[in-house]
């Protein structure tokens, strides 16, 4: 089993140090948000919120999932630690996909968090880097989308390649 107790680390500073960032610019937004809304439209301050929220809650399970895994592996239990690195490979859900929720302007905090979390584009692979490339290019949130029917063709266009059949 891989043991690079440095990439290890390298990672670890690089998920904490978005897990801070991500959660200063929470609750910043928690703190200006005036009412209630439930205004659920993308890029609304609700969806804003909740796109942090996960983002937030992501990096978390991921940070704990990381101490797991060096404290099963230094503990010698091979079965539990290789659960907890098969795991760890698996991008966070919400990361960049609660980047799709936030409106626009992004703010600073956000902005260098998920360039920071590019640099892990080897360590989950699957184009995590592309994604996060994508959610910030975007000029505004894309998601939920005021269309259901088209966001639906979309995603499937995309999974097809391009190919411009419907469901």
Same mark, same amino acid.
């Given at each position: 089993m891989d043991? =690079? +107790?440095e990439e290890l680390k390298r990672v670890g500073g690089i998920l904490n140090e978005a897990f801070v960032l991500l959660r200063r610019e929470k609750e910043r937004l928690e703190e200006r948000r005036s009412g209630r809304s439930h205004d659920s439209s993308a890029g609304s301050p609700r969806q804003t919120l909740i796109g942090l929220g996960g983002m937030v809650d992501d990096l978390r399970k991921r940070m704990d999932g990381l101490a797991q895994y060096v404290g099963f592996m230094t503990l010698g239990l091979e079965n539990q630690a290789a659960r907890e690195r098969a +795991? +760890? %490979?698996?991008a966070p859900l919400s990361v960049p996909s609660g980047v799709d929720r936030m409106? %626009?302007? +992004? #703010? /600073? =905090?956000?902005v260098r968090a998920m360039q920071l979390l590019r640099e892990l584009d080897t360590f989950f692979g699957d184009g995590f880097a592309d994604r996060i490339d994508r959610a910030l290019a975007a000029p505004e949130a894309t998601y939920p989308p005021a269309d259901w029917d088209a966001y639906a063709k979309e995603l499937w %266009? /995309? &999974?097809? #390649? #391009? &190919?411009?059949v419907t469901p």
């Open positions: 043991h =690079d +107790l +795991l +760890l %490979r698996h409106a %626009r302007p +992004l #703010g /600073e =905090d956000t %266009r /995309e &999974a097809n #390649g #391009g &190919a411009d």
